[in-house]
């Protein structure tokens, strides 16, 4: 069997639970399965097999049955059809920027590696304060306590629910705070994370909002998802509109906020084009990952952990479904290098370039970054055609320029075909929009 088809440890576990336990063939029949800790801990540590934080990290047995796990008791969890994730929600909302106090020495917008860093300098830098709209706020709890006991419904995937053929009943599982805010009139709670994803565990929100609704008795508390990356701070406000229903939330407002001049102008942009110079295409595939953001949030987490020795593992936020796709991007790019490890297995470490990236100011890193994308000759075509028309160039037209850039498939060596070609046009026109939203006119 190739390296690329080798399973993933958690589809093994998983497979192995549903031969030994007849997972499937009970939710056939009843609906739902429920799982214990120790049954799982025969084959992985449970912790370890019930972490899917986003819908695409799941067990291969679980993307294929559209099946969600979710805690009910210290020890048990519930496995059904229930719809347990929800797509982030666009944000292109203008950037706002804020100054950290002056006096504060001990964390800067550049040590900025982990969740509660993030947490910390919002929190001192008065975005959370902004965001929320409460110059008051102080915090209060975090850290792994017990969930009160609640029932709640949730929308099963491709059917109609109803509050009988879906209930769900919680009571002292372990729930997880990332941190909490409290000013006057709310109770913020926060969820934080390091890396993009479309999609994430409503369980993170709704288990604490219930618990902490049951204990705050009429003051509102308010589920809050913060995401840090690419020294952009994040944040969506959720609310769920009913108190029982697990899928009932609803997107309050989001915003996004800077500690660094972000201001990117024309003027920047047609200096690097003055001293452009083109790189030969690479031995690697064309790009085919449209969201740059993800590019980029990649080499970040790549450089947050121990670039030396790192590898992409199931324990990784980005090893799902398309993260070849996203780290052949970065290596299109020549941010990142793969290879092997002494097991055989692939390794992805940055590159002396990726690492000097951030070293660098947001400004500067974003500039490098267009720099980078421009000096492949089929993204720069499609960027003077855009330039010079003042919009984007069609998909016919992108395929054109891959074309007179010399793109081949690097394992035939043959240019690619007329629909493969119509794909990667998307990534490059996705990539061009990039450069577009990120200068400031």
Known sequence: MSKAKKKRKIDITWTKLNDKHHILDTIKDKGYFIISAKQIGEFQEARLAVKFDYSDARPELFVKNNL???????????????????????????????????HIKSLDVTSINSESKALNMAYISGILADFLEDANLLPTVSGRMSSESFAFYANVVGEAVTVEDSAVTVENSQIEIDAAYEGVKSLALMEAKRDLTDNFLIRQLYYPFRTWQQKMAKKP????????????????EYRFNDLQHYNSLELVKHKRYCLEDTHISVEDVQKILKKLRFNKEPNIQFPQANSFERVINICELLYINDVEKNFITEEYSFDVRQSSYYLDAARYLG?????????????????????????????????????????????????????NNNEMPSKAEIVSYIRQAGVVDPKTGLPYSDSTNKRRASTVSAWIRWIINTINN
């Open 335 to 387: 941010l990142v290098e793969k290879s092997l490890d002494l097991d055989g297995h692939d390794c992805y470490t940055l590159t002396k370039l990726g690492k000097s990236l951030f070293s660098m100011s947001y400004k500067q890193r974003q500039l490098k970054l267009i720099e980078t994308i421009l000096s492949y000759k089929s993204f720069y075509l499609t960027y003077e055609a855009y330039r």
């Open 68 to 102: 969600s796990i979710l805690p009910i008791t210290r020890g048990d969890y519930y496995i059904s059809h229930i719809n347990a994730y929800h797509n982030f929600e666009s944000d292109t909302s203008k950037i706002t920027y804020l100054t950290p106090p002056e």
């Open 221 to 236: 508390v308010r589920p809050v998802f913060l995401i840090y990356s690419n020294s952009i701070f994040y944040l969506y």
